[in-house]
């Protein structure tokens, strides 16, 4: 005696029944795997950000690109390479290649709301790009005085002391 809705009433087989159950599973396997591979090889970001004394009339994005060119510069990022030997840790066979990867890995960013510039290194590893940009920030900030210094980038505004 068949009851209303059965399986079999419908004309699915059980082998076919257990059939449609083993996909859905498999699939749902699939996307938890690439899901949990999403997870795990994405990228850390280490964050710096400072404020900047606004010119009078000063765009925030040229003045953007004018931080972004100053810390992708070689000046600042290929003494990084060799204080943290990068092509050694990375494995790469040249500068050239190390410059690239790094330049890819940051980003500058302005905002005019607040004057300030934030600047962004991934990374898979969080302590791997804590310590990079710890380390292009300490040349970023030499070459960034000295560029301030000649009138090439506005000056960088100092926190008052913190009231009592």
Do not use: C
């Not at 953007?64 to 003494?79: F, H, I, Q, W």
């Amino acid at each position: 005696m068949a009851r209303n809705g059965h399986l079999l009433e419908t004309g699915m087989s059980k082998k076919g029944v257990l059939a449609a159950i083993a996909v859905i599973l498999l699939l749902g396997l699939v996307g938890a795997g690439i899901l949990g591979w999403m997870y795990i090889s994405r990228d850390r970001a280490a964050v710096a950000s400072y404020r900047l004394v606004m010119p009078e009339g000063a765009n925030m994005s040229e003045l953007a690109e004018g931080e972004a060119a100053l810390l992708k510069s070689e000046g600042v990022l290929r003494p990084v390479i060799g204080e943290l030997d990068l092509l050694t840790r990375w494995k790469l066979g040249s500068e050239e290649e190390a410059l690239a990867r790094l330049r890819s890995k940051l980003t500058v960013k302005g905002s005019s709301a607040n004057e300030r510039v934030m600047v962004i290194y991934r990374d898979r590893s969080q302590e791997r790009a804590l310590e990079i940009l710890g380390a292009i920030n300490r040349r970023f900030a030499r070459a960034r005085y000295d560029a301030s210094a000649r009138g090439k980038l506005p000056r960088v505004r100092t926190n008052p002391p913190p009231t009592p």
